[in-house]
């Protein structure tokens, strides 16, 4: 199958600083890649949709300034978290879309916190 | 707005017990429905797409199948390592929806004992 990579898979830092979290799509172009967050006992919230060179889709009540997207090649979107505050702290993940079958593969995630 | 419930919300199996767990789900024009396990501390693993009504696939012990209002996820003979939370997501094509863009169900939490 095909195979997302995220890093860093964790990440402490204090609040007021910003984060900077990679998702590369190792076997497969992904035109659309996918951001999700998930809190503890919960199910995916998407954040937002990227599509290579263009700006990324966020979904209500994602503040983009907070969350900037990048999608600058067809294996590569970035995620910043900006000046992180406590209650960004979460579990990211990415997933990538290639091909035309609709299928979603997902990245290991990245544990975020915020100190 | 497309809609996913899953059921149960927990399930605690014996080694052996076969069982099914149930995705409902409502959608404008459906693209695909999906299944995926989820280890803790992990991103989602894929195992199944359906993309219509009577489809049906099969991967060791697991079985999924569509109607037009559901998706259930069979399990036969589970295994102790068969326990993860199975999340049941669908994909609708109609009212704009951004392409790939997925609506998941909160999953099952699946436990099985030796």
């Known amino acids: 199958g095909a195979v997302v990579s995220q890093h860093p898979s964790w990440v402490i830092c204090k609040s007021g600083t910003s984060v900077k979290i990679e998702c590369r799509s190792l076997?497969?172009?992904?035109?659309?890649m996918f951001w999700y967050r998930q809190f503890p006992k919960q199910s995916l919230m998407l954040m937002a949709t990227s599509n290579e060179g263009s700006k990324a889709t966020y979904e209500q009540g994602v503040e983009k300034d907070k969350f900037l997207i990048n999608h600058a090649s067809l294996t590569l979107s970035t995620l910043t978290v900006t000046s992180a505050h406590p209650e960004d702290s979460s579990f990211y993940i990415c997933s990538g879309l290639g091909g035309g079958n609709y299928e979603q593969y997902f990245g290991p995630g990245t544990r975020l916190t915020v100190t | 707005e497309d809609q996913v419930t899953q059921s149960p919300e927990a399930l605690r199996l014996q080694e052996g017990e076969s069982s099914s767990l149930n995705c409902s789900y409502t959608?404008?024009?459906?693209?695909?429905l999906f299944w995926y396990r989820q280890d803790p501390g992990k991103g989602p693993e894929f195992l199944f797409t359906l993309y219509s009504a009577g489809e049906e696939k099969e991967k060791e012990r697991l079985k999924a199948t569509l109607t037009k209002k559901e998706s259930f996820l069979h399990i036969t003979a589970p295994k102790p390592e068969d326990s993860a939370t199975y999340l049941c997501?669908?994909?609708?094509?109609?009212?704009?929806?951004?392409?790939?863009?997925?609506?998941f169900g909160q999953g099952t939490i699946l436990t099985v004992h030796p």
């Open positions: 997501a669908v994909q609708g094509g109609a009212g704009g929806t951004s392409y790939g863009k997925l609506t």
């Open positions: 959608v404008s024009g459906l693209r695909g």
């Open positions: 076997d497969f172009q992904a035109t659309t």
